[in-house]
């Protein structure tokens, strides 16, 4: 197999053990909040993990508001090393990067040609000081369009893995289970195969509504085998989980995104500006037991339990395809004598 091709991006993203983009046919499926729920729950499978959130909805940047980072604090500040994401959490073991932090008025509407969001893109993949990361999460915009171009293009490079990261960037993709949403994403399929993007799988978000007080689950789209249908029998893609509507979940994203639980940016620049360069350049010895509100309190929830299934499984299938690629990239012993 030929040796990786070495660009900015491809050195920036050395330090990220695994990259996964989160795809969607159509808006408005809940594709950004199963991004968060993707993080959250990928941080709490190891208290050690580092996560990152990448925002590239350019025109529509809605993870910040989410991880309750829509305030003036939260904007991207310069190291010597790059720009450095905005932490939700103490520990530092959550950041997000969004065009949204680049904003003088958090209204502001961006109204961008496919050429400035392709340069954007390639800031925020080649400039951004993550350090190690153990997952990045990419949250891409509805459909197919200029932005997914531009990211796998210059992700590029990593799709050629090597004996030592024996891995490439890998997708998953978020549907309702409502034929034309399920048909959409289909086209998502079809174009992460052929650009040779693995599909670990699919999520069926807002699979019922669960009663607060029952606990009943009603099918407000109707309890049909479409997904399974259109998915595992028609196209082999496996269905990572079904996740219902949950009233405490929607108030929990309600509050953050009102500032009624959020992190105190202000202290964490200051903790910046105050030294701990040396942290900030190596990655390594960041607090692991820091005060997570965010994620404490989306542990109480009924998605949380749900999302942690889908996320073992989605972990599991990214570990068993980093063995295959090991055997197949391992030096033949057969002709051994």
């Given at each position: ?75 991207v500040h310069q190291s010597s090393a790059g720009w450095v994401p905005v932490y939700v959490d103490n520990g530092k073991r959550l950041g997000v990067m ?240």
């Amino acid at each position: 197999m030929e040796d990786p091709v070495e660009t900015p991006v491809s050195r920036r993203l050395s330090s990220v053990k695994n990259i996964i983009i989160v795809l969607s046919g159509k808006g408005g499926v809940g594709k950004s909040s199963s991004s968060v729920q993707l993080a959250l729950s990928l941080l709490s499978q190891n208290p050690s993990n580092r996560v990152g959130l990448l925002d590239l909805d350019i025109t529509g940047p809605s993870l910040p508001r989410m991880v309750g980072l829509d305030i003036p604090e939260a904007t991207v500040h310069q190291s010597s090393a790059g720009w450095v994401p905005v932490y939700v959490d103490n520990g530092k073991r959550l950041g997000v990067m969004s065009i949204g932090f680049l904003l003088k008025d958090r209204g502001d509407s961006v109204v961008w040609r496919g050429p400035k969001k392709d340069g954007m893109i390639r800031q925020f993949l080649s400039e951004v000081r993550w350090g190690e990361l153990d997952y990045l999460v990419i949250d891409t915009p509805p459909g197919t369009s200029d932005e997914h171009i531009s990211l796998l293009t210059h992700l590029h490079p990593l799709f050629t893995p090597t004996l030592s990261k024996p891995t490439t960037p890998s997708s998953i993709l978020i549907s309702t289970p409502q034929t034309t949403a399920l048909n959409d994403t289909i086209k998502s399929l079809s174009f992460t195969r052929k650009l040779q993007l693995p599909v670990m799988g699919l999520v069926e978000n807002m699979s019922g509504y669960v009663c607060p007080c029952c606990n009943e689950i009603s099918y407000t789209f109707g309890n049909n085998t479409n997904t399974e249908k259109i998915f595992k029998e028609q196209n082999g893609v496996d269905i990572l989980g079904k996740v219902p509507i949950d009233t405490v979940l929607v108030g929990l994203l309600d509050s953050v995104s009102k500032g009624e639980l959020n992190v105190d940016v202000q202290q964490q620049h200051q903790q910046q500006q105050n030294g701990n360069n040396e942290q900030e350049e190596n990655g390594d010895n960041f607090q692991q037991q820091s005060h997570f509100p965010l994620l404490d309190e989306y542990n109480k929830t009924a998605s949380s339990v749900i999302w942690r299934s889908i996320t073992e499984k989605l972990v599991e299938k990214i570990e068993s395809r980093k063995q295959q690629i090991k055997e197949k990239l391992a030096p033949s012993t057969t002709n051994k004598t």
